[in-house]
C-alpha cells in the first residue's frame, strides 16, 4: 500500500449506486451515505446531526439530502446545513473510484 492510500476504504462497488441515489454503506463500522449525483460521487455521514435517522432513507434532490424524519436539508457536497431543524453540518468524506470500486477515505 503506498502512502497515497492511506485511509481508502472499499464502501461500494459503482453498480450500486445509480445516478441521483442515495445509498447507506457501513465502512469500518461508520455509518456512511454515498450519493450519485452531477455525475460524481460524494460522501457524508449517514446518521442526521439533528436526531436519529438514516439520510440514506431519505430523498435526494440534486444536491440536496432531505432527512426522512424532520425533514432537515443538507448540501452533500459540503455537509452544511441549509434548512433546520439540524444547526450542525455533516461530517464529509473524499471518494474516488478506483476500477469497480466505490472508496472512501476515513481519517
Ligand atoms: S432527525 Fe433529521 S431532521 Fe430530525
Given at each position: 500500500m503506498s502512502g497515497n492510500d492511506v485511509g481508502w476504504m472499499r464502501a461500494?462497488?459503482?453498480?450500486?449506486l445509480a445516478e441521483g441515489e442515495v445509498l447507506g454503506v457501513e465502512v469500518a463500522g461508520r455509518s456512511i451515505a454515498l450519493y450519485a449525483a452531477d455525475d460524481a460521487i460524494f460522501a457524508t455521514d449517514?446518521?442526521?446531526?439533528?436526531?436519529?435517522?438514516?439520510?440514506?432513507d431519505g430523498w435526494l434532490d440534486g444536491e440536496v439530502i432531505e432527512c426522512p424524519l424532520h425533514a432537515a436539508r443538507f448540501d452533500?457536497?459540503?455537509?452544511?446545513?441549509?434548512?433546520?431543524?439540524?444547526t450542525e453540518d455533516l461530517k464529509t468524506y473524499q471518494v474516488r473510484v478506483v476500477g469497480d470500486e466505490i472508496q472512501v477515505r476515513l481519517d
Open positions: 461500494a462497488v459503482r453498480g450500486d449517514n446518521i442526521c446531526t439533528h436526531a436519529y435517522a438514516c439520510l440514506s452533500i457536497r459540503t455537509g452544511k446545513v441549509l434548512d433546520p431543524p439540524a
